[in-house]
């Protein structure tokens, strides 16, 4: 009786201790993912990408979702070995985040084939000056007009641009806002995202293709802002875009488009879906006002990187959540979310709204002629914004002359002294070298 | 003779001071001198990058350079301007409010509340909202009461885009935001004031205005001082209003030294030249503050 009972105690004793034991499985390797969040269709969309990646890696990956407000300011304040794994920014700003170390190296370390299938305007956008990559994207912006159809034609105004090489010159453009203005309800015609801030960063994303359009870019081939941003015919034409402040409805409860108070909205792919929503077939993309050069528009959206201090399991997991997103099936539930342009071209051919007879068609065959670096010509109509680590500060002072001549400010002494600021800073760091 | 210098009997003394002095010392002297020593250099914002020396050329850019100082001075125009505005009208209507509110009335305390309440809810939010009031069209809140009001005859005006009336625009929306909180402080000094005075005023025939003028007024002297000087201080702050409704503009009339600094620093990336506004702000205000305390010297005899 005690041998079978000593013995029992053994096994159980043996069989209990084998369940104590901890599984030889390892704890999930966490990573953290900053993503911006502003509209409602990306906030839905980045939680359910990172859901799906959480399930399809359960128990070896665990990303945990954080969203920032102000994405710009959380990555100045936040120090490189603080930074997150991955996290979205806005790519206007590469090249200052590479220049402060904040980015890591993509190529070698995400596929290779996911990189190459980016559209040549984000390659451009992701590729720091020493060759490398530090960011992949989801999507490309698409910048246009946007126009009420049934409006326009009430207006009595007949011949609406659908492609770029058709696009309105300025005197015919202040026709059509005059036109449409007399049959307005308020007297406006156009609405230019006012309640933005045109002060505050978004006049230098908004405005600066009137610079291009002009015929300069904003720093010219020599280095130097003064002599580009100041030239005679980019004053000539702001002058031209101040005066139609008296047909922009200022827009302070952000729906004088979608309550068709207005016409014409100058806004992007962010806008597209509540309009869309609000005027169903009657929206239609119409190129920008030409200033002399031909339409032009601004290309380069948001980003996703990872983070310059990440290393080990940590940057193979973030490396796969990069991957992940940028199949055409995540590239494609963010962009039906937020009308952009999905950022590869595989993806690019299976959206409906931006392939041939998609009424954000425009966006794509902007983007396809492409200014790339080079001075802008009448050929061409996206221009990045300057890859350069000044960014924020020529983003900073382009905003303010814009702001300043669009309140009335001489536009060839504003432009003049945003060139000169430009041009010290780059004068205090050594051009950024 | 006092001995001032650390000895048993002073000993408690230093000890009751000390964690304002651990304060002070964290968070004004150490900000203060850190703020000074990245004026001399050229600084990018949390960059890996080394900083290069700058010597005084941060302040000599602010201060005298013909393209650079002309935006310091007007922005430090703005502030006195602002200041100007803000500090007589905010005080006058704190000590209105707190004599209209030091009744004996049952349900008094909710009005105290409702005129409080605009001081609790951040700067951003009243500006976010006032935006809507100051719509330079005609669905703007405040174009339409003006058009009601005057049927019609009053064309909707550009709160937020006029030159001239901008800073205006945002001195009327800061001195609803904060006259509740002078309010609050007026009241409670009013309560100090012994009521006898008024009753003894009131048997020799004294109408509200002499009461007011003779007691109420000298009465208060004190916490009057206190709310006027502290105002100033809030006032020459101003930043929120502007980087939320006006960004500085238009044409510069809103911009302020404050607006100036954060601007060059977090949006600029540039940490030097934004320590030198702080600085010589700093060194203004002081010498404001000190001469303020000159002229508005507090009663201290027991009368």
Redesign the interface.
């Given at each position: 009786m005690k041998k079978v009972t000593t013995a029992a105690l053994a096994v159980a004793g043996l069989i209990g201790s084998i369940a104590i034991v901890p599984s030889a499985q390892a704890a999930p390797t966490e990573i953290t993912v900053w993503a911006m969040c502003s509209e409602i269709g990306e906030v839905k969309a980045v939680k359910e990408q990172t859901d799906a990646f959480n399930e399809a890696n359960s128990g070896s990956i665990n990303a945990t979702l954080v969203c920032k407000a102000d994405m710009g300011?959380t990555l100045?304040?936040?120090?490189?070995a603080e930074l997150a794994d991955v996290f979205e920014f806005d790519g206007e700003t590469l090249a200052?985040q590479v220049?402060?170390?904040k980015l890591a190296r993509l190529d070698g370390v995400v596929s290779a084939a996911r990189l190459k299938d980016q559209l040549k305007s984000i390659k451009a956008q992701n590729t720091y000056s020493d060759k490398h990559v530090y960011a992949i994207s989801q999507y490309e912006a698409g910048f246009s007009l946007l126009g009420n159809k049934a409006m326009l034609s009430a207006a009595g105004v007949t011949s609406v641009p659908k492609t770029w090489d058709k696009a309105w010159t300025a005197a015919q453009f202040t026709d059509v806002l005059k036109k449409l203005a007399a049959k307005a309800e308020?007297g406006?015609a156009l609405d230019i995202k006012e309640?933005y801030?045109?002060?505050?960063?978004w006049g230098g994303f908004a405005f600066t293709p009137i610079v291009a359009s002009a015929g300069t870019q904003i720093v010219g081939a020599n280095g130097k802002a003064v002599g580009a941003l100041n030239s005679p015919a980019v004053a000539k034409a702001a002058t031209t875009w101040a005066s139609w402040k008296q047909y922009v409805?200022?827009n302070?409860?952000d729906k004088a488009f979608t309550n068709k108070r207005v016409a014409l909205s100058w806004c992007g792919h962010w806008c597209t879906p509540a309009y869309k929503t609000a005027l169903g077939n009657d929206l239609i993309a119409i190129p920008f006002p030409d200033f002399g050069q031909g339409t032009k528009s601004g290309q380069g959206s948001h980003a996703w990187a990872m983070g310059a201090k990440t290393t080990g399991a940590k940057k193979a997991a973030a490396a796969k959540y990069l991957e992940f997103i940028t199949t055409d099936k995540w590239i494609l539930n963010t962009t039906s979310q937020n009308g952009a342009v999905p950022a590869s071209s595989s993806a690019l051919a299976k959206s409906p709204d931006h392939i041939a007879g998609g009424y954000l068609e425009l966006y794509g065959k902007q983007l396809s002629v492409s200014c790339g670096g080079s001075k802008p010509t009448k050929a061409c109509v996206t221009v990045p914004r300057t890859v350069s680590a000044a960014w924020?500060?020529i983003n900073?002072q382009t905003?303010?002359a814009f702001?300043?001549i669009y309140?009335?400010?001489n536009a060839q002494a504003e432009l003049t002294?945003a060139a000169?600021?430009i041009d010290?800073?780059a004068k205090?760091?050594n051009n950024y070298k | 003779m006092a001995n001032k210098k650390l000895g048993s009997d002073n000993l408690a003394g230093w000890l009751f001071v000390s964690p304002a002095l651990i304060l002070l010392t964290l968070f004004v002297a150490i900000p203060f001198g850190s703020a000074f020593f990245f004026s001399l250099y050229n600084i990018k914002l949390n960059s890996d990058r080394p900083k290069t020396w700058m010597g005084i050329e941060q302040y000599r850019r602010i201060l005298f350079d013909p393209d650079l100082s002309p935006i310091f001075y007007k922005s430090l125009l703005n502030n006195l301007q602002f200041a100007l505005m803000v500090v007589p009208v905010q005080t006058s209507l704190a000590v209105l409010l707190a004599v209209m509110l030091n009744v004996k009335l049952r349900g008094i305390s909710y009005f105290r509340v409702f005129y409080f309440m605009p001081v609790v809810f951040p700067m951003s939010l009243v500006a976010v909202i006032w935006s809507l009031l100051y719509s330079r069209d005609q669905l703007g809140i405040a174009n339409t009461f003006l058009s009601k009001l005057s049927f019609g005859l009053i064309s909707p005006v550009d709160w937020l885009g006029n030159p001239k009336i901008a800073l205006i625009s945002i001195a009327i929306l800061s001195v609803w935001a904060g006259v509740g909180f002078q309010m609050v402080i007026i009241l409670a000094g009013l309560q100090e004031i012994p009521s006898e005075l008024y009753e003894a005023a009131s048997i020799d025939k004294a109408n509200k205005f002499q009461q007011f003028r003779h007691i109420t007024i000298p009465g208060l002297r004190n916490t009057l001082i206190f709310v006027v000087i502290i105002t100033t201080i809030f006032s020459l702050r101003l930043f929120d209003q502007v980087y939320i409704l006006t960004q500085g503009g238009p044409l510069d009339s809103t911009s302020t030294v404050m607006f100036q600094a954060v601007t060059s620093a977090f949006g600029e990336g540039n940490v030097g030249r934004g320590s030198a506004f702080t600085v010589v702000f700093v060194l203004i205000i002081i010498v404001i503050t000190v001469a303020q305390r000159f002229f508005l010297r507090e009663q201290r005899e027991v009368k």
């Open positions: 300011k100045g304040a936040t120090p490189a200052f220049y402060n170390r308020g406006k309640n801030g045109i002060g505050g960063g409805d200022p302070a409860d924020p500060v900073t905003s303010k702001a300043a309140g009335g400010a002294k000169k600021a010290l800073d205090d760091n | -």
